[in-house]
């Protein structure tokens, strides 16, 4: 019973709710505070980065995509897009979680706070500037093809099924990183190659067979595919592999539940 008790707790923080909603709400506010435009930025910067893309590699690296050759230079530009979309919203989620928790000292040692709701708070913040990247994304494959199709139904389950591992590697490595000071820094080491080893530059087809199927691996590589499908390319995404990937990314989960959970008692003593 008190396993169920805590890892409801974290997995589906109802009662602090409020609280959780406040708490995005302050980081997404403080991300932009002061400035003259102020969250309009969240709009400007996913629009600005669609044009520079667009115009690097078309215009100066004269880049074509593999498969679709006589892509034009907005469908080329979209595609890029939709996979940095991904790999942004992770990096950020990953690369911030080993310091969420050394980061706040005071919550730790003086104030009885929900600690394993940080994580949530860290997707949430994340979570909102990729949801405009994606309207982004969704309001410019219209304007590019003229038409919207049925398919983009679909992305709520693209979501649903990455939530959890993004909420598991938060738990996991801010609690190891209370410990491990370092982590940091492997996890910066490791996100610049996942980013070239994740197919946003290219299609998964366009590697060689042996290697596609290590994609598996690839925590961003199904994501990446599947919103491409359903913005892009009007199909529906693998239902199976979106199945396949939610219930390991819920194992992801319930592991870095139980590692924050076992660690969290010696939090105060560390920091």
Not at 5 to 18: D, G, M, N, S, V
Not at 135 to 163: D, M, N, Q, R, W
Not at 175 to 181: E, P
Request: hydrophobic residues 55%.
């Amino acid at each position: 019973m008190l396993r169920v008790r805590w890892t409801k707790e974290y997995l589906f923080p109802i009662k602090h709710k409020e609280l959780l909603f406040q708490l995005i709400k302050r980081e997404v506010k403080q991300k932009f505070q002061g400035s003259w435009l102020g969250l309009g930025w969240a709009l400007l910067t996913p629009i600005a980065m669609l044009a520079v893309y667009t115009f690097v590699f078309r215009s100066v690296l004269k880049a074509k995509w593999p498969g679709n050759e006589s892509a034009t230079n907005a469908e080329f530009a979209l595609q890029i897009f939709s996979g940095l979309l991904v790999f942004t919203f992770f990096a950020e989620v990953v690369g911030r979680a080993p310091t969420l928790i050394s980061d706040q000292p005071n919550m730790v040692k003086k104030v009885i706070f929900p600690l394993s709701i940080l994580p949530w708070v860290n997707v949430g913040a994340s979570a909102f500037f990729a949801l405009i990247s994606l309207v982004v994304l969704a309001c410019a494959s219209i304007i590019s093809k003229g038409y919207a199709t049925e398919h983009v139904l679909a992305l709520p389950l693209i979501a649903v099924s990455f939530l959890p591992i993004l909420l598991g590697l938060g738990w996991l490595l801010s609690s190891l990183g209370v410990y491990l000071r370092d982590l940091g820094h492997v996890v910066g080491l490791v996100l610049t190659p996942l980013m070239f080893l994740s197919p946003i530059f290219y299609p998964i087809t366009a590697l060689p067979d042996f290697v596609q199927s290590l994609m598996v691996f690839n925590p961003l590589a199904l994501i990446i595919e599947s919103i491409r499908k359903v913005v892009l390319e009007e199909q529906w995404p693998n239902f199976l592999a979106l199945a396949s990937y939610f219930i390991v990314s819920g194992f992801v989960a319930l592991v870095g539940a139980a590692c924050f959970h076992k660690t969290r008692k010696g939090f105060a003593d560390v920091l």
